[in-house]
């Protein structure tokens, strides 16, 4: 079922139009990626999912309502946490998290979510002295205290270190596992490989392609390659040039470079294998949502 359909989204701002016509729709349960580059409008058009800013033309229904002309009630069913989230350097984990429970019909008892996302030791600790990580802990706790059936998570992980950027992944994981439908907002092509569903692709305030992330990089029809070392005399021009999803065959010396599309990897090793040809260092090199997005847009991606 979908929790989320935009159709024809709009937004212009004097002379410049930051969103073109963009259309997506939300499953319930998936985490679902909006992915673009910055400027690319993608907080603008979850910021009208939102209610936060009005479209200038397009629809936008979420759990039903108009977020529009339903605001108050939907917003008793939705978490956010904004792009640019900042909290009083004096108030209190407890604080924040009583305060945002106040504005919420039926909340959740924040106490469990102070249990539940790890801050137990930090619930007397005061925003200003949080390292990066346990803030995010804490933006997430304040997303969900209202007990949303949908949450929005925007560029969560900017700023923060590889370490805290995984363990800030699986938090996500968890909010999706505990029946929240997640929207997240990123510009980091390794986050949304890594947790989405399905993500929608923005470049220039449109959306140039909807998938899951594995499906938007077979989709482009992108080669990628093999690489692997000779262990005894062998033509593999010969042996792999007419492998099914074979395009090419290049050899240095005893290195052997296999381009192609599609599993072609599992039939060249097969078709070695078959041969007796034995190989040493083999490689694959994967295909990712970059070369995806160069295909799609005939550009290179810009942070």
Known sequence: MSVIEV????????AQTILDGVSFSVEEGEIFGILGPNGAGKTTAVECVEGLRRPDGGTVRVLG??????DRTLREQIGVQLQHTQLPENIKVWEALDLYASFYAAPRDWREL?????????????FGKLSGGQKQRLFIALALVGNP???FLDELTTGLDPQARRVTWELIKRVRANGVTVVLVSHFMDEVEELCDRVAVFDRGRIVAVDSPDGLI????????MRF????????GT??????????????GDQVVVTGRGDFATAVTARLARHHVLVSDLRIDKRTLDDAFLALTGRTWEN
């Open 229 to 236: 070392t000779l262990m005894a005399p062998a033509d593999p």
């Open 7 to 14: 159709t024809g989204l709009t937004k212009r701002y004097a």
């Open 114 to 126: 102070v249990e539940q996302w790890g801050l137990a030791d930090k619930r007397d600790a005061r």
């Open 65 to 70: 309502l108009d977020p529009g002309a339903d």
């Open 239 to 252: 042996l792999l040039g007419d492998v099914p999803g074979v395009s090419g065959v290049t050899r240095d």
């Open 218 to 225: 077979e989709g482009t029809g992108a080669e990628h390659q």
């Open 149 to 151: 059936r949908v949450a």
